[in-house]
């Protein structure tokens, strides 16, 4: 193809040119044979590649898809369990399960009754975890730091 | 019209609506089940693409914004599962050790091709222009996919795969053009020479 108008003429029969260039094509068919000739090979071809059959999804990929997306909205009963798996949830539960063994296993007579122990711990143990979170942090390993924060206070 | 309730669907899927994607899905799982099988010329990999295609969608519903048609998002979407899946398919199976083994469905399809003494029929069709698309380098066959499947003005086009219309009308031209070569040797019997138009 030697003519510099051929590259124009799918968008031609696609009906994707302005006008001016639209009448321009059709000027230059009336003399080319040639560009008509790739023309008729190319409409002939739109209209073969238009009978070509359908492909499509069989209704187990439906449900595939849909309950892949089920599982991804509502989360798997794994990643719930990670998510438990948070320092945040973790050290307040943490603390009151040591008040609660504090409580039950603590001699009477101390002065102190099992019911008061309880509280103190659960305060200790709430101060720590709003000094985790004003930190920040966000993994276990960074737990120690924070549980002796205290030591840092007052050493310049 | 249609375009805006398909922005208020997928408005309604990032908000959490389920159903909002079952009906998206109905809707448009032909187009992109076509656009996969055309793409990488696989029943199997094709159906596999199709549900990953899906899947990034309904991840991607809260990056969706109603500005770009839904359609032409949805197929940015499929184009780069695809081109991602040809990359890693290249990968895997480098072309040196994937000729000599098991033919593809494409490869299968073409090696029934027909004699020239014969008419050739709709497989025979099919196996030609599969064979083209095959020959095409992957946004030629974007392009001529969403052209010619699913009738996607160039201007959408060219969204969908961040190109200009000049190089879409482009791609199309020499795609469509190696398609009818590729048909016409099938009409002929004789093998086509690809050149660039």
């Known amino acids: 193809m030697s003519c510099t108008i051929s590259s124009e003429l799918t968008a031609y029969l696609d009906g994707e040119l302005p006008i001016f260039q639209l009448r321009q094509i059709e000027g230059h068919l009336a003399n080319c044979g040639e560009c008509r000739g790739t023309v008729q090979l190319l409409r002939r071809t739109l209209a073969q590649i238009a009978e070509l059959p359908a492909f499509e999804l069989s209704s187990a990929i439906r449900r595939a898809v849909l309950s892949r997306i089920d599982e991804q909205a509502t989360g798997s009963i794994g990643s719930r369990l990670k998510a438990l798996w948070q320092p945040q949830v973790l050290l307040p539960s943490l603390g009151l399960v040591v008040a609660a063994v504090i409580a039950l296993v603590i001699p009477r007579g101390t002065g102190l009754q099992p019911h008061d122990v309880a509280l103190f711990e659960v305060g200790a143990n709430l101060e720590l975890a709003e000094d985790y979170e004003v930190v920040g942090l966000s993994n276990l390993d960074d737990l120690e730091v924070v549980q002796h924060l205290h030591e840092l206070e007052g050493s310049p | ?197």
């Open chain 2, 1 to 197: 019209m249609e375009a805006d309730v398909d922005a208020e669907l997928m408005l309604r899927v990032a908000a959490g609506e389920k159903e909002a994607f079952a009906v998206l899905f109905d809707r448009y799982q032909a187009s992109v089940a076509r656009f996969a099988y055309r793409f990488v010329g696989d029943r199997a990999r094709a159906e596999e693409l199709a549900q990953e295609v899906f899947f990034r969608l309904y991840r991607s519903a809260k990056r969706y914004r109603p500005s770009a048609k839904f359609k032409t998002f949805l197929f940015r979407v499929a184009t780069n599962c695809c081109l991602n899946e040809v990359r890693r398919w290249e990968y895997q199976v480098p072309r040196s050790v994937a000729e000599p083994g098991e033919p593809s469905e494409i490869e299968s399809l073409a090696a029934d091709s027909p004699r020239p003494d014969e008419a050739y029929d709709g497989q025979e069709l099919e196996a030609a222009v599969a064979t083209a698309l095959g020959e095409m380098s992957p946004r030629e066959r974007a392009a001529f996919v969403m052209c010619r499947f699913e009738g996607m003005p160039y201007r959408e086009i060219a969204l969908s795969l961040s190109a200009t219309e000049a190089a879409v009308k482009s791609l199309i031209h020499r795609a469509t053009l190696a398609v009818a070569r590729r048909i016409d040797t099938l009409e002929m019997g004789t093998e086509p020479e690809r050149s660039p138009a």
